[in-house]
């Protein structure tokens, strides 16, 4: 082959691989396009979530550090609630999936294609999250008068045992004063138990 000859073919392969890299290029373009497009298209539909749930929203204080309402950008955009729930799209890119991580897992609260019954169970759960910590603080206020009737019930406890030892105190001595008794008794009965038998221990015993 003569060297114009390979000159052209190398033309020719240069021409068409500039070709095929364009057209790889345009198609993840088109990707690119498709993906952002889905993209956009779920970040869409889960502000129409919110858009519904704005008046519930609007009920909860501003400086509230539990609830994060939210549309999260990136790969799967996300209506964010509080830190362990929140709204996603399924593979369809129709169905809302209500979701919750806890420690045994992932856990779906709630899906559907309409927005009102997503918008219902997330209006659900914001109002147990908000009944379970009122009664977290409920509890925490109920708690604190407990703490002097608390030390007045230790005391009563701690004095029961000090009212008690006097108590004890007195039956041993009792017990004392009824040994010594007896046994005055005892040495009684003894002593004129001989004196019936020795009258000479008797009239030296009246002699004393």
Avoid at 118 to 139: N, P, S
């Amino acid at each position: 082959m003569s060297e114009a000859g390979q000159s052209a073919a190398s033309v020719g392969n240069v021409r068409r691989l500039a070709d095929v890299v364009r057209e790889v290029k345009t198609a993840a373009a088109d990707r690119e396009d498709v993906v952002v497009e889905m993209r956009e298209a779920s970040r869409t539909r889960l502000e129409l979530l919110a858009q519904e749930l704005q008046p519930v929203f609007a009920e909860v204080p501003e400086d509230d550090p539990i609830f994060d309402f939210a549309v999260s950008s990136g790969q799967q955009p996300r209506l964010w609630i509080d830190a362990v729930a929140h709204v996603t799209l399924g593979h369809d890119r129709r169905t809302y999936r209500f979701l919750r991580d806890t420690r045994l897992g992932r856990v779906v609260l709630a899906e559907s294609t309409e927005i009102k019954p997503i918008a219902d169970q997330v209006t659900r759960y914001i109002a147990e999250r908000l009944v379970e910590r009122q009664r977290m603080v409920e509890g925490e206020v109920v708690a604190l008068p407990r703490g002097p009737k608390a030390h007045s019930e230790d005391g009563q406890e701690k004095a029961a045992p000090a009212e008690g030892r006097p108590s004890v105190w007195k039956a041993f001595l009792g017990a004392i004063v009824l040994v010594l008794a007896g046994g005055v008794v005892g040495v009684a009965s003894v002593l004129f138990f001989l004196s019936d038998r020795f009258p000479e221990l008797q009239r030296l015993l009246e002699l004393q």
